[in-house]
């Protein structure tokens, strides 16, 4: 099952004439390269088997970013004593790395649309090894900081494109299901962190470097195994090797595909490609809204890496390993959600299959509504139930709930997006991707300073209100969407 008119989307690229550096008329239309119906190397065409295995990969690399973002929390204190800050300076550590996951993805993602998803994740990842490494070896607090920045920022490469390479392999009746698991792995990171963190940092024998130690082992790991067995899964870059091919095995010099002629002087890549997700993000009606929605919910899902200790350490006591356990909880939540996420997707396929095959972007939105009541209904409960005399249990249940919201809503913001932008997939993402850093690496540094002024239960009501308001976007995408869409000026006429 390849892409359903790959000449639409071939010919997307080579009608943009500021791309190309050949005139048309040099090149004959007839020896352009494109997929054959049943081509091989077209990576939707690949056996279900060996994408899973491929899907499984990427997983592997984004839970690798996600992971690296808090599995250093639980040492905070610790850091903050050994190289002589406040607890408030040392949540650094955590709003650095995600200041990295602010600039990567806009170098990351244009990237990969011009050399492949290969060579923009796994060197950047190999770098995100050693710089956890240099965190761990830092014995001052700009060293901490600084490392850990470029940490986030070479780790945030997996987190900004593996969503499109997954759209390059899974057609949009599949895709929902691969974009489920993947969604576990990128959401799953960031609940499964601390608890790896403080169970290193509580062992007598290890001290807070370890965290990043562990760390860096495990994207090592991880790198081995996509460097071997990763392939390129681009169709841009695969359909332009197919033309080397080509030209090679027939000697006849006129095949081509528009990928070769890509203008690559500073000048087009800085104006063109690295710019295309700020462009997105600022021009781009539905990129605008996605990414302002997902950013909240994303920076409230960083924000409880600060809140979960205050209120289960410090507030009820518990032991510094025993605290971290409602992060499963929100981990729980995140997977229980991929149920719902799967059953829309064959739902999805119905509707599409309806509309003679064409894409629905706003048949993928039910479950974001089911998650905004959700993480309506988790904020105002763990609001009020977090502190004793209220059993521990309601404040547990109350992180379950948001992790069934955040997962919910954040999954099928990825899908619209790539249903909707196709090849440009990434650069979609990477603009989502760039506006919920920011809000990710604020929020956490307001956590001690707002529950101090205000307490528990009303600081974290401001974060429900904030949900309150924002709860109607799903259900006006779903009515006034097919409208927006109709504004985007870089939609491909066959996004899949």
Sequence with gaps: MGPKNPISRIGHAFNSTSRVEKEPGELDPAFLVKWDREDPSNPQNWPVRYKCWVTFQLGMLALAGSLGSSIMTPADHIIAEYVGVSQEVAVLDVTLYLVGFIFGPIIWAPMSEIWGRRVSILPAVFCQALFAIGTSRSTTATSVFVTRFFTGFFGSAPISNVIAALGDMWTRETRGIAVSLYAVAVNGGPSLGPVIGAALVSNSNLNWRWPGYILAIWVFVTFAMAAFFLPEVYPMVLLKQKAQRLREETGDMRYYHPHEHLKLDVHSIVTKQLSRPMVMLFTEPIVTCIATYASFVYGVMYLTLEVFPIVFQEIRGWHPVVATLPFLALLLGVISSVG?????????????????????????????????????????????????????????????????????????????????????????????????????????????????????????????????????????FMKYGPRLRRLSKLTPEDPN
């Design 340 to 476: 719902l996420n799967i059953w829309n997707q064959y739902r999805y396929n119905e509707i599409a299959q309806k509309a003679n095959g064409k894409a629905v972007p706003e048949a993928r939105l039910p479950p974001m509504a089911f998650g905004a009541v959700f993480f309506v209904i988790g904020s105002f409960m763990f609001a009020w139930t977090a502190t004793p005399p209220h059993h521990w249990i309601l404040p547990c249940l109350a992180a379950l709930f948001i992790g069934v919201g955040f997962n919910c809503i954040f999954q099928q913001c990825l899908n619209f997006l790539v249903d909707m932008y196709g090849i440009y997939a990434a650069s979609s993402t990477a603009a989502v991707t760039f506006l919920r850093s920011i809000m990710a690496a604020g929020l956490p540094m307001a956590a001690r300073p707002m529950i101090r002024a205000l307490d528990v239960g009303p600081a974290v009501s401001i974060i429900g209100a904030v949900a309150v308001v924002l709860l109607p976007i799903p259900f006006l």
